[in-house]
């Protein structure tokens, strides 16, 4: 029965990966047109402004609306966000394919090997995973849609938060080294030891890092989204002036307004700010996850030690057959 449930849980997880996949394409798509449009819109404003000397009213009033209408979609495209919106969907549908492709090795190890020791606890974890992924990357844009300008930027979080360790309980399982000498099902003082140094690089090397760079994208990105719908805007303001000097501020705030535009969604702005979160939230889960493995004092009852030092290695990027804590560097992901 237990395997048949795993086997439900897996199918749900590969028809959700669906799901988000065809949303990611679905907002990328979201992105160009929005892009597109408003590079037209603004552009045909600017062509309008240019024959005002010749036709004072008409021009004149079509220009304004049409910068108006610039300055409006761009309110709401940048609340929104389309290019954030695709990587939070790609980032989705990979961890949801992740979940299944795990389930299914999972179910093809040995009995001995098996994470967790018990296959109620592996389909419990599961279960409770799909619902996390469910929370941090959900599938509606109203309600629920993620934060685009957070005030604190953290790590992305896509696992149960039960397999969290708090900080301070995680902090004193790293600094107590364990009493056993011998390996046990794959694990010795060596290893323990080896992988307390990780996370401590993971947290304040990997970790602090993508945060910081995040802080940086996203402090560009909210001033590219306020300066492109005010520089439209007074751009629409200036062109109901019959002067001269203002028709020229008003084409220059016009120009300035689509560049602004364009660096922020055409450069993806938003994309890239999402990316790092994820590459945070990836070294952060990295660190839980040793946290949580050390936390099970009894090794019988935890991951095999040979099984979990690979995956972590992999996931580091770094040689299986090497340590993975290496004193001459200041981070231990070399992935990204």
């Known amino acids: 029965m237990i395997v048949a449930k795993l086997r439900l849980v897996a199918a749900a997880a590969a028809d959700l990966a669906e799901m988000h996949a065809v949303l990611a394409d679905q907002r990328d798509g979201w992105n160009k047109l929005f892009h597109s449009s408003l590079t037209n819109i603004t552009l045909a404003a600017l062509i309008l402004q240019a024959l005002i000397p010749n036709n004072n009213g008409d021009s004149s009033i079509a220009s304004t609306l049409l910068y108006g209408a610039s300055a409006a979609l761009m309110c709401g495209v940048n609340k929104i966000q389309p290019s954030q919106l695709a990587e939070e969907q790609r980032m989705a549908a990979r961890l949801f394919r992740q979940l299944n492709t795990d389930i299914h090795t999972n179910l ?55 397999q969290v360790v708090e900080e301070d309980t995680a902090a004193q399982l790293l600094s107590q080294p364990q009493s056993h000498s011998d390996i046990i099902n794959g694990w010795s003082t060596e290893l323990e030891k080896e992988l307390r140094g990780v996370s401590e690089t993971l947290r304040s090397g990997d970790i602090e890092e993508f945060v910081g760079l995040s802080k940086k994208v ?51 702005i938003g994309m890239v700010f999402e990316m790092y979160r994820n590459c945070a939230g990836f ?20 991951e095999n030690g040979e099984l979990f030092h690979w995956k972590l290695a992999l996931h580091l990027g770094r040689d299986p057959h090497s340590p993975l804590s290496d004193s001459s560097s200041k981070f231990a992901g070399k992935l990204f």
Do not use: C
Request: aromatic content about 8%; charged content about 10%; hydrophobic content about 45%.
């Open 108 to 162: 093809a190890l040995p009995t001995h090997l098996r994470q967790e020791h018990s296959a109620h606890s592996f389909l419990s974890r599961a279960y409770e995973a799909v619902l996390a992924l469910d929370k941090a990357y959900p599938l509606p844009l109203f309600p629920g849609m993620l934060d685009k300008f957070p005030k604190t930027v953290e790590p992305a979080v896509w696992w149960p938060q039960q």
């Open 218 to 268: 996203l402090q560009v990105n909210t001033i590219l989204a306020i300066a492109a719908p005010l520089l439209t805007g007074t751009a629409g303001a200036l062109t109901m002036m019959q002067n001269t000097s203002f028709l020229s501020m008003s084409m220059v705030a016009g120009v300035a307004g689509v560049l602004a535009s364009t660096l922020s969604h055409g450069g993806q």
């Open 283 to 302: 070294y952060h889960f990295l660190d839980s996850s040793i946290s949580r493995t050390l936390k099970q004092s009894n090794p019988e009852m935890r």
